[in-house]
């Protein structure tokens, strides 16, 4: 490599240096030193620095020439870029300003995915744009010459940009409107396909051949009316959807474009209208129709049950049964009593139904002749049925007479059996209470047994009429009604005779009472007898005297007794009783007890009259004795009482009372009397 020449001379300098310090050193002279700053090593430093410099000069050089041609070539790569942009930013914009969206939805479709296309392209573009925008401002930053220039293309791409962003949102908004449109138009072809294809079923001419059929068809056309009403609800939702077109309220972004004119809106709009209307019509009447369909099979189905019912009811009253006995009669009776309320409850619903039948041939229905028809038939087996009904319960009630009367000989035999067991009982009774009530129970039987007379009379003239009832059998109603007559005047027999012994019974066992109770009186009186023992003191002596005497009054009473109790046994054994040995007994042991009695009271009467007396005399000579002892005290009082007057009066006074004891009527004599 050539050195410079400040080179050359740096190294001049040196040698130089090196000479003459070499040549000084020869001479041996001072050093020499260069001054400071101005040294070898100070060049060489400098030198070094100065090539330093220099290299970073050149380094510097260097770069900015690369960066220089960088630039260049950025700049040109950004005309190439550039003029790329602005020639797909040309061909956009002449793209998205056409409006050739297609005259119906699959071509709008396709129009739609073609923009989509178009947007996404320029979606992903953006960064392209913006990648110029970039080295614009790239360029700017690193002061390109021709900057004004870059500056201004890069302004006109983004304005083309802008352009092209602004068209692609009015395109989309036309191309929106247009979509929703078409899509409106195709909603309305998809609703008019409906409406024919409901209309094709509602012009069927099939109204059911029964009720189930009809009900059938009222069922499917119910789905076809919720299928109307929501139909009609997406046509109005259409119509809606479609007003803003007729009204011309679109997006201000689309500006003058319109998808379509007002008036060919307005028209399918008004034309899916009038087939809706015309589709409602046709279900009103074929809803009407079906309604009249089913009031006519309702009908006839309502009077084929009627009819079954009927026939049924009929079937049962030609049934033969009319009872074995009183209990399955009255069974049928109830039965029969259901049945007829039934008939009566059914019947009210019969005439309901025959209106309705009525009111379906007045209102012109379909199937009049056979609902009239059907009504007489009906009549007819109704008629049928009542007297039908009629007929079987005179049947009943003549059944249940005989029946009655058959059971209610029944009941007077078996209450006669049971009058009859009381009347022929053995048992008289064992004593006269029992008698009695037996003899009150007869009575009683008997005068239910008079009672019960009427009742078998009132049998025998029910037996006479029922007799000429078709569903008896008279010969079975006389034989029975003439055993229980037999049975009736043997009770009434059997209660004579029990009222026959029991009378005998009754007068025997009065007898046996009375004859007892004077008996016991008897046994009590001779106990009483035994205890009535004079003692020695007089009191005592008078209370037995007094009950003496009253044992005296009492067996008075009973002798009465005894004397009826001979009457009565006379005259029981002069009528032939059966139990005469008996009575004549029990009279000659009460005669022979009461005679024993009689003897004992005589006896026991003189004993104590003698034990009476002496205690008396005892008691009247102890009273005598006392009485002069008392006096003999007082005469011997008198003489202590003094001379004085006072004692003269009070000697007056006791002898005076003295004088007056002593004319008591009491005498000595009537003791001597008492004592002989």
């Known amino acids: 490599v050539e050195k410079p020449k400040r080179f050359n001379d740096k190294g001049l300098i040196e040698e130089m240096l090196f000479l003459t310090q070499s040549k000084i050193r020869a001479y041996n002279h001072n050093p020499y030193a260069p001054p400071q700053g101005k040294m070898i090593e100070d060049i060489n430093e400098a030198w070094k620095r100065l090539e330093s410099e220099e290299h970073a000069r050149e380094i510097a050089l260097r770069d900015e020439i690369i960066h220089q041609e960088r630039i260049e070539s950025f700049a040109a790569g950004f005309d190439r870029k550039a003029g790329m942009r602005e020639q797909w930013l040309t061909d956009n914009l002449k793209l998205v300003t056409k409006d050739n969206f297609g005259s119906d939805l699959v071509s709008v479709e396709g129009s739609v995915k073609k923009h989509e296309a178009i947007e996404n392209d320029i979606f992903a573009y953006s960064e392209r744009v913006d ?74 001419e099939e109204l059911g051949k029964h009720l189930m059929g009809v009900e ?144 379906l041939i007045n209102a012109g229905n379909v199937g009049q002749d056979m609902i009239r028809q059907r009504m007489q038939e009906m009549n007819e087996l109704w008629e049928q049925l009542i007297d039908r009904l009629s007929e079987r319960k005179h049947h009943l009630n003549e059944s249940q007479e005989v029946f009655q009367l058959l059971a209610d000989c029944d009941d007077a035999d078996a209450f006669l059996s049971e009058q009859d067991r009381i009347v022929t009982n053995d048992d008289v009774g064992t004593k006269l209470a029992v008698t009695e009530f ?83 009186w008897i046994t009590e009186k001779e106990k009483l007898l035994t205890t009535l023992v004079p003692g020695d003191d007089i009191s005592e002596m008078e209370v037995v005297r007094h009950r003496f005497e009253c044992f005296e009054k009492e067996m008075a009473s009973n002798a009465a007794k005894v004397g009826s109790v001979n009457e009565l046994s006379t005259s029981v054994l002069s009528s032939d009783h059966p139990d005469s040995a008996q009575i004549q007994h029990h009279q000659d042991n009460l005669n022979s007890t009461w005679n024993q009695l009689a003897d004992l009271v005589e006896e026991r009467k003189k004993s104590l009259e003698t034990a009476y007396r002496y205690n008396q005399f005892l008691t009247e000579a102890t009273e005598t004795g006392n009485w002069i002892q008392d006096k003999a005290k007082l005469v011997e009082s008198t003489d202590e009482l003094g001379n004085d007057l006072e004692g003269i009066m009070q000697l007056q006074r006791k002898l005076g009372g003295l004088q007056r004891d002593l004319q008591v009527p009491f005498s000595l004599e009537s003791l001597e009397l008492e004592k002989g």
């Not at 700017?140 to 004004?148: G, H, S």
């Not at 027999?493 to 007892?516: G, I, Q």
């Open 438 to 520: 037996l003899i009150k129970n007869n009575k009683e039987v008997q005068t239910t047994l008079g009672n019960f007379k009427d009742t078998v009379n009132q049998l025998n003239a029910t037996g006479v009429k029922v007799s000429d009832y078709s569903v008896s059998d008279a010969n079975t109603i006389s034989s029975r009604l003439d055993a229980l007559n037999r049975h009736f005047a043997k009770v009434q027999e059997n209660a004579n005779n029990r009222e026959a012994r029991l009378k005998n019974a009754l007068s025997m066992y009065k007898l046996f009472d009375e004859s007892d109770t004077v008996r016991t």
């Open 216 to 359: 059938d068809l009222l069922q499917k056309h119910s789905l076809t009316e919720a299928d109307i009403r929501v139909l009609g609800t997406s046509i109005e939702m259409v119509i809606n959807d479609s007003q803003r077109f007729i009204d011309e309220d679109l997006s201000s972004e689309i500006g003058d474009y319109r998808p379509a004119e007002p008036q060919e809106v307005r028209r399918r709009c008004e034309e899916l209208q009038q087939q809706f209307a015309t589709l409602n019509q046709l279900a009103d009447e074929r809803k009407n129709k079906l309604e009249d369909a089913r009031k006519m099979w309702q009908f006839f189905a309502e009077m084929d049950d009627e009819k079954e019912w009927v026939k049924e009811k009929n079937q049962l009253m030609c049934s033969p049964d009319i009872g074995r006995d009183l209990s399955s009669v009255e069974r049928l009776q109830r039965k029969h009593r259901v049945l007829n309320e039934e008939c009566q409850g059914r019947e009210v619903l019969f005439k309901k139904k025959l209106a309705e039948g009525q009111a």
């Open 131 to 204: 990648a110029i925008r970039r080295m614009a401002s790239y360029l700017e930053q690193e002061k390109y010459n021709e900057c004004d220039r870059v500056n201004s293309r890069c302004e006109q791409i983004f304005l083309l940009w802008k352009e092209l962003q602004n068209l692609i949102v009015r395109r989309r908004a036309r191309l929106n409107e247009s979509l929703e449109l078409h899509k409106l138009f195709n909603e309305m072809g998809v609703r008019m396909d409906s409406i024919r294809k409901i209309e094709a079923r509602l012009k069927s």
